[in-house]
C-alpha cells in the first residue's frame, strides 16, 4: 500500500483538504461543524489548529486520521485519495503514514514502555528483530531510552506524553496529527515536548497537525490556523 | 499480524488479568476432570459396581444348561466348550455344576433333607460367595477329588447346632462321608442356606444321581455385555458340541433395572459435566463482554495504531481460547491425579490410550468452548468504530 504514496519529494504536499465538510444529522437538524474547509501540509511542517472548545478541532483531526468519514469534500494524502478506502485499507493507511498523538496519553496500562512501542511494529508486521532497534530509536528522539522496560503506570505525566510521541514516530509515518498534546503538562514538560516537535519536523521532515487552544504551542508551530463556526482561517 | 505476536499479546494479556478468569478456570477445569475420569474409569467403575449389585441380583450372571430332551441322551457340558465360552469378548468366569435336589443326610439319628451341588473351585468367585466359617474348597481340592464339603448357613444350624460346630464334623451322604471344612457367606448366601456343596470331581464319582454338569454359569463384566454374550452362546457351544436343548437363562428383569438406574446416574452425572462446562463457557462469555467492554479505548487505541478488524477479533478469541485451553490443562492434571487416585481405590488400571483420547476429546471440547463463547465478544470489538471506542470514557 506504501507504494502508492509519494515519499519522495523533500517539500512534498503530505496533506490535502479541499472543500471538506461534516454535518451531524441530530433530532434538532442538521448541524454543519466543518464548512468547506480547506488545508494544505508539506513534509516538515507543523501547523497549528486552534478554536474555542466545540468549534471542530477534534472532529477534524479524527477525520485526518479516519476515524470519521467527511459528509463531502477532498481529502488526499501524498496524492492518494484516502477517503475512498476501504475499511482495511484505512488501517493500513493510519499503520503506514499516521502518527497519532492523543491529550491523555492513553499508554497501555500495565505495560512496559517497549511494549507500548511495539505495538505499532506488530500491526505494521515489522520483524522481531528489527523492532529493538526502531524503539530505541524512536525513544532517543524523545530522551527517553533509560525507561524503555519502565511499567508505563510508574511514567510521570511529561514522560507519558513523550512516550506517547515516540508511539508515534515509531512506524516512521508522512504526518503525525496531536491532539491538545500539551493539555495535561506544566509549563516546562509542555515547552520540552514542543522541542520535540520542532525536532521531529526537522529532522524526520515530517508534517504535524497540532490541534490546541493553547497559544504557547502555536507559537511553537510554522503556521497556525483558527477554526471558527465551522470554518478554518489562516 | 504475525501469528507468534497473536500469541504472544493474547498470553500476556490473560497473564496480567488472570485474577478476573479464576471463576471460570476452577468452573472449566473441575468439569473437564469429571468428564476425564469417569470416562477414562467408567469401565472400572461399572465392574465395581457390577460386583455389588450382583451381590444383590446376579444380574450379570448366565446360567446355561441342557434339559432332558424326550427319548434322547440329555447333553452335559465338554471342557473345550466351556474354554471357548470363557474367550467370548465380556466373559469374565465360567463355572459347571452338577445339582442333586433331593439329597439326604442322618445326624445322630435324624434324617435331613438338601440340595446337593457338585462345583468348581471359581464357583464362589462367580457367585461372590466367601466363608462365613472355615474354608471354601479349592482347586486343590476339586483336582484330587477331596472328600470335603461346604454347608449352607441354616443348614448348619439345623444339623449341628451352629457355624463354629460344623466345622470338621463328618456328614455322611450316601454312604460317603465327607468333613465339612467352611459354612458358605455373602449376600446371596441366603439363598442357598440348604445347599450342600461338593468338589465336581468328588461328585460325579460318589453321588449317586450325579455323573455330568448339565448346568453352567457364566459370568459377564459389565451389565452391557449380557445381552451379546447370552446371543453369542449358541453358536459358541454348537461350534464344540451338540447343542440339543441348551439353553440360556438370564434374568432379564434385574438386568433392566440395573441398566436403568445407571443410565439414570450417568446422565446426572454426565448432565452435571455438562452443566459445569456450559456454566464455564457463560462465564467466559460473560467476562470477554466485560472485558470488550473496559477495554474500548485500548481497542480505539489499537485501531489508530492501524490494527485491522480481524487483528482485534483474532487477539479476543485468542484470549478466550487462552482461558479455556489453560483450564483444560488444569482439568486434564487433576483428572489424572482423580485416575490414579481411583485406580488404587477400585485395584484396576484403566488403558492408557484412553486417558489420551479423553485428553484430547477434552482439549478439543475446551477449543470449541473457547471459540463458542469468545466469538461474539470478539466480533463486537473487532466492529467498533474507532471515533466511538477513542471517545468512550
Given at each position: 500500500?506504501?507504494?502508492?504514496?509519494?515519499?519522495?519529494?523533500?517539500?512534498?504536499?503530505?496533506?490535502?483538504?479541499?472543500?471538506?465538510?461534516?454535518?451531524?444529522?441530530?433530532?434538532?437538524?442538521?448541524?454543519?461543524?466543518?464548512?468547506?474547509?480547506?488545508?494544505?501540509?508539506?513534509?516538515?511542517?507543523?501547523?497549528?489548529?486552534?478554536?474555542?472548545?466545540?468549534?471542530?478541532?477534534?472532529?477534524?483531526?479524527?477525520?485526518?486520521?479516519?476515524?470519521?468519514?467527511?459528509?463531502?469534500?477532498?481529502?488526499?494524502?501524498?496524492?492518494?485519495?484516502?477517503?475512498?478506502?476501504?475499511?482495511?485499507?484505512?488501517?493500513?493507511?493510519?499503520?503506514?503514514?499516521?502518527?497519532?498523538?492523543?491529550?491523555?496519553?492513553?499508554?497501555?496500562?500495565?505495560?512496559?514502555?517497549?511494549?507500548?512501542?511495539?505495538?505499532?511494529?506488530?500491526?505494521?508486521?515489522?520483524?522481531?528483530?528489527?523492532?529493538?532497534?526502531?524503539?530505541?530509536?524512536?525513544?532517543?528522539?524523545?530522551?527517553?531510552?533509560?525507561?524503555?522496560?519502565?511499567?508505563?503506570?510508574?511514567?510521570?505525566?511529561?514522560?507519558?506524553?513523550?512516550?506517547?510521541?515516540?508511539?508515534?514516530?515509531?512506524?516512521?509515518?508522512?504526518?503525525?496529527?496531536?491532539?491538545?498534546?500539551?493539555?495535561?503538562?506544566?509549563?516546562?514538560?509542555?515547552?520540552?515536548?514542543?522541542?520535540?516537535?520542532?525536532?521531529?519536523?526537522?529532522?524526520?521532515?515530517?508534517?504535524?497537525?497540532?490541534?490546541?487552544?493553547?497559544?504557547?504551542?502555536?507559537?511553537?508551530?510554522?503556521?497556525?490556523?483558527?477554526?471558527?463556526?465551522?470554518?478554518?482561517?489562516? | 499480524?504475525?501469528?507468534?505476536?497473536?500469541?504472544?499479546?493474547?498470553?500476556?494479556?490473560?497473564?496480567?488479568?488472570r485474577r478476573r478468569y479464576i471463576g471460570v478456570l476452577a468452573s472449566i477445569a473441575l468439569g473437564m476432570a469429571g468428564?476425564?475420569?469417569?470416562?477414562?474409569?467408567?469401565?472400572?467403575?461399572?465392574?465395581?459396581?457390577?460386583?455389588?449389585?450382583?451381590?444383590?441380583?446376579?444380574?450379570?450372571?448366565?446360567?446355561?444348561?441342557?434339559?432332558?430332551?424326550?427319548?434322547?441322551?440329555?447333553?452335559?457340558?465338554?471342557?473345550?466348550?466351556?474354554?471357548?465360552?470363557?474367550?467370548?469378548?465380556?466373559?469374565?468366569?465360567?463355572?459347571?455344576?452338577?445339582?442333586?435336589?433331593?439329597?439326604?443326610?442322618?445326624?445322630?439319628?435324624?434324617?435331613?433333607?438338601?440340595?446337593?451341588?457338585?462345583?468348581?473351585?471359581?464357583?464362589?468367585?462367580?457367585?461372590?460367595?466367601?466363608?462365613?466359617?472355615?474354608?471354601?474348597?479349592?482347586?486343590?481340592?476339586?483336582?484330587?477329588?477331596?472328600?470335603?464339603?461346604?454347608?449352607?448357613?441354616?443348614?448348619?444350624?439345623?444339623?449341628?447346632?451352629?457355624?463354629?460346630?460344623?466345622?470338621?464334623?463328618?456328614?455322611?451322604?450316601?454312604?460317603?462321608?465327607?468333613?465339612?471344612?467352611?459354612?458358605?457367606?455373602?449376600?446371596?448366601?441366603?439363598?442357598?442356606?440348604?445347599?450342600?456343596?461338593?468338589?465336581?470331581?468328588?461328585?460325579?464319582?460318589?453321588?449317586?444321581?450325579?455323573?455330568?454338569?448339565?448346568?453352567?454359569?457364566?459370568?459377564?463384566?459389565?451389565?452391557?455385555?449380557?445381552?451379546?454374550?447370552?446371543?453369542?452362546?449358541?453358536?459358541?457351544?454348537?461350534?464344540?458340541?451338540?447343542?440339543?436343548?441348551?439353553?440360556?437363562?438370564?434374568?432379564?428383569?434385574?438386568?433392566?433395572?440395573?441398566?436403568?438406574?445407571?443410565?439414570?446416574?450417568?446422565?446426572?452425572?454426565?448432565?452435571?459435566?455438562?452443566?459445569t462446562m456450559?456454566l464455564g463457557g457463560?462465564g467466559i462469555?460473560?467476562i470477554?463482554?466485560?472485558?470488550?467492554?473496559?477495554?474500548?479505548?485500548?481497542?480505539?487505541?489499537?485501531?489508530?495504531?492501524?490494527?485491522?478488524?480481524?487483528?482485534?477479533?483474532?487477539?479476543?478469541?485468542?484470549?478466550?481460547?487462552?482461558v479455556t485451553?489453560s483450564s483444560s490443562v488444569f482439568g486434564?492434571i487433576l483428572g489424572?491425579?482423580?485416575?490414579?487416585?481411583?485406580?488404587?481405590?477400585?485395584?484396576?488400571?484403566?488403558?492408557?490410550?484412553?486417558?489420551?483420547?479423553?485428553?484430547?476429546?477434552?482439549?478439543?471440547?475446551a477449543?470449541?468452548?473457547?471459540?463458542?463463547?469468545?466469538?461474539?465478544?470478539?466480533?463486537?470489538?473487532?466492529?467498533?468504530?474507532?471515533?466511538?471506542?477513542?471517545?468512550?470514557?
Open positions: 500500500m506504501s507504494n502508492q504514496y509519494d515519499h519522495n519529494d523533500d517539500n512534498a504536499l503530505v496533506i490535502d483538504i479541499n472543500n471538506l465538510t461534516k454535518d451531524y444529522v441530530t433530532g434538532a437538524g442538521t448541524i454543519s461543524v466543518l464548512k468547506d474547509v480547506n488545508l494544505h501540509v508539506r513534509r516538515g511542517e507543523m501547523v497549528a489548529v486552534m478554536g474555542p472548545s466545540g468549534s471542530g478541532k477534534s472532529t477534524l483531526l479524527f477525520i485526518l486520521g479516519l476515524f470519521q468519514p467527511a459528509t463531502r469534500g477532498g481529502y488526499k494524502v501524498a496524492g492518494v485519495d484516502v477517503l475512498s478506502l476501504s475499511r482495511d485499507q484505512q488501517a493500513i493507511f493510519r499503520r503506514e503514514m499516521l502518527g497519532f498523538v492523543f491529550q491523555t496519553c492513553d499508554l497501555l496500562e500495565n505495560s512496559t514502555v517497549y511494549e507500548n512501542l511495539e505495538l505499532p511494529l506488530i500491526y505494521a508486521g515489522v520483524r522481531r528483530r528489527e523492532r529493538p532497534d526502531r524503539i530505541r530509536e524512536a525513544l532517543r528522539m524523545v530522551n527517553l531510552e533509560h525507561r524503555v522496560n519502565q511499567p508505563s503506570n510508574r511514567l510521570s505525566g511529561g514522560e507519558r506524553q513523550r512516550v506517547s510521541i515516540a508511539r508515534a514516530l515509531v512506524n516512521e509515518p508522512e504526518f503525525i496529527l496531536a491532539d491538545e498534546p500539551t493539555g495535561q503538562l506544566d509549563r516546562e514538560n509542555s515547552l520540552r515536548v514542543l522541542e520535540y516537535f520542532t525536532k521531529i519536523t526537522e529532522e524526520a521532515r515530517t508534517a504535524m497537525v497540532v490541534v490546541t487552544h493553547d497559544n504557547m504551542t502555536a507559537e511553537h508551530c510554522t503556521r497556525k490556523c483558527v477554526l471558527t463556526d465551522g470554518y478554518l482561517n489562516g | 499480524m504475525r501469528y507468534y505476536d497473536l500469541v504472544r499479546v493474547s498470553v500476556r494479556e490473560v497473564l496480567r488479568k468428564f476425564i475420569v469417569i470416562i477414562t474409569m467408567g469401565n472400572d467403575l461399572k465392574k465395581n459396581f457390577n460386583n455389588d449389585l450382583d451381590l444383590l441380583g446376579g444380574a450379570t450372571i448366565i446360567n446355561i444348561m441342557f434339559e432332558q430332551p424326550q427319548l434322547e441322551r440329555q447333553e452335559w457340558f465338554r471342557d473345550r466348550t466351556l474354554d471357548a465360552v470363557g474367550r467370548i469378548p465380556g466373559v469374565v468366569d465360567t463355572t459347571r455344576v452338577a445339582l442333586k435336589t433331593s439329597a439326604v443326610t442322618t445326624w445322630h439319628d435324624r434324617l435331613f433333607g438338601f440340595n446337593l451341588v457338585g462345583c468348581e473351585a471359581n464357583y464362589w468367585k462367580v457367585f461372590s460367595f466367601n466363608a462365613a466359617a472355615g474354608r471354601l474348597f479349592d482347586e486343590k481340592d476339586v483336582s484330587e477329588g477331596a472328600r470335603v464339603c461346604v454347608v449352607g448357613t441354616d443348614l448348619a444350624r439345623q444339623i449341628f447346632g451352629g457355624d463354629k460346630e460344623a466345622l470338621g464334623q463328618v456328614l455322611s451322604i450316601d454312604d460317603n462321608l465327607y468333613t465339612v471344612v467352611g459354612i458358605l457367606g455373602g449376600v446371596r448366601a441366603g439363598d442357598r442356606s440348604q445347599f450342600v456343596f461338593l468338589p465336581i470331581t468328588t461328585a460325579r464319582a460318589r453321588v449317586v444321581g450325579i455323573s455330568q454338569a448339565y448346568s453352567a454359569y457364566v459370568r459377564c463384566a459389565t451389565w452391557d455385555d449380557v445381552a451379546t454374550v447370552a446371543k453369542a452362546i449358541p453358536g459358541v457351544v454348537r461350534a464344540n458340541q451338540p447343542d440339543r436343548a441348551l439353553r440360556v437363562n438370564v434374568a432379564w428383569e434385574p438386568l433392566k433395572q440395573v441398566q436403568r438406574i445407571f443410565w439414570w446416574v450417568e446422565l446426572f452425572i454426565y448432565s452435571s459435566i455438562v452443566a456450559i457463560f462469555w460473560n470477554m463482554m466485560a472485558t470488550v467492554t473496559s477495554r474500548t479505548r485500548e481497542i480505539g487505541l489499537k485501531k489508530a495504531m492501524g490494527a485491522l478488524d480481524s487483528d482485534i477479533l483474532y487477539q479476543f478469541l485468542f484470549e478466550a481460547l487462552c485451553l486434564v489424572r491425579i482423580g485416575i490414579e487416585y481411583m485406580s488404587n481405590m477400585l485395584g484396576s488400571r484403566p488403558p492408557e490410550g484412553l486417558f489420551v483420547f479423553c485428553l484430547l476429546m477434552g482439549l478439543g471440547f477449543a470449541v468452548l473457547g471459540i463458542g463463547a469468545g466469538l461474539y465478544p470478539s466480533i463486537r470489538a473487532s466492529r467498533m468504530q474507532v471515533v466511538d471506542a477513542m471517545r468512550y470514557e
